[in-house]
């Protein structure tokens, strides 16, 4: 069980929502470990037990008595559930993240100490890393109608990331672990429940504070373990579908239905290339049920692509 916070009756630093959707063996680790990792900072813990089977909001109200739970009688989607608390919380930054993360120690101390000495920031994230530490992407840039269909911004972006401690101006951070100053909440609003179940909400999110003014940051110093898509990945053609759909719609909304409708053409013509270079190559290649799998799945993508 957590230590009680005697600051918890003041203005805590960070309010922290965390969804769970039967994913009990991950978000127990995950919340042990915000707890420790915490040295000068305070937090407000909400966990959303996103009708969960099991047993999920009785053990985090047994094990951590200051975690406060919210139980959904149906699962809700990603921005529904965090918006229920970056409504309710009292923090003066708000974070989400996911419950496949372990925070590393000072990540939150990290985070909390550069958004109070860099007031144009807007929001900041914390370095996603595997659990054998390499890493993820954990930022990128807006994506281009264009490009993204070649190469996705979220994909390359990891390359950019700084073995350094300095801190890195980026456009968008990755929702798994994204703290928003309070002040940047209130002017340009809650996660569109567009988007809902998932995807591309954070970059509609940081877009909008970026348009407001807003400076976003990624932080090397602050790292998280992120497990990551355990769900989705066990359903790829579902993945890439509502994937692709969100990006298609963050551009329709952002961009405008000229910039929508390129992403739709150039996102069909690269597909189907890719589809006919891995049935050509599997043949000529070692690992010839890999290539199968991958023609199988831009097969799948071609037939679930938006808007055709």
Not at 31 to 58: K, P, R, Y
Not at 152 to 161: G, M, T, V, Y
Not at 287 to 305: A, E, M
Request: net charge positive; with cysteine.
């Amino acid at each position: 069980m957590s230590k009680a916070n005697p600051k918890r009756n003041l203005t805590p630093d960070v309010t922290i929502s965390i969804i769970s959707s039967d994913s009990l063996d991950l978000l127990l680790p995950c919340l042990q470990s915000v707890f420790a990792s915490c040295h000068g900072v305070t937090v407000e813990v909400f966990v959303i037990d996103n009708a969960s089977l099991d047993g999920t909001a009785s053990e985090v109200q047994t094990r951590f008595n200051e975690v406060k739970v919210i139980r959904r009688g149906s699962r809700k989607g990603f921005s529904t559930n965090n918006n229920q608390v970056l409504r309710a919380g009292r923090g003066r930054y708000l974070m989400l993240l996911n419950d496949d993360t372990q925070v590393l120690d000072g990540a939150l101390d990290h985070l909390v100490t550069f958004m109070d000495n860099t007031p144009q920031a807007g929001a900041a994230g914390s370095l996603l890393i595997n659990p054998d530490g390499s890493v993820q992407s954990s930022f990128a840039w807006f994506p281009n109608p264009f490009l993204e269909a070649i190469w996705p911004a979220a994909a390359w972006s990891r390359f950019l990331c700084r073995h350094d401690e300095e801190p890195i101006e980026v456009d968008s951070i990755c929702g798994a672990a994204l703290l928003m100053r309070r002040a940047a909440l209130e002017m340009v609003g809650m996660l569109d429940t567009s988007f809902d179940p998932v995807y591309s909400e954070e970059v509609d999110w940081c877009y909008r504070a970026r348009q407001a003014g807003w400076k976003i940051y990624s932080l090397p110093k602050s790292r998280i373990v992120h497990y990551g898509g355990q769900t989705m990945n066990h359903c790829l053609p579902q993945k890439y579908e509502l994937l692709l759909s969100h990006k298609l719609l963050y551009f329709r909304k952002n961009w405008g239905s000229v910039s929508a409708r390129l992403y739709q053409i150039t996102l069909g013509i690269t597909t189907v290339f890719k589809l006919v270079c891995w049935a050509l190559l599997t043949p000529f290649l070692k690992n010839r049920q890999d290539c199968r799998g991958k023609v199988l799945l831009h097969w799948q993508i071609l037939k679930r692509l938006p808007g055709w």
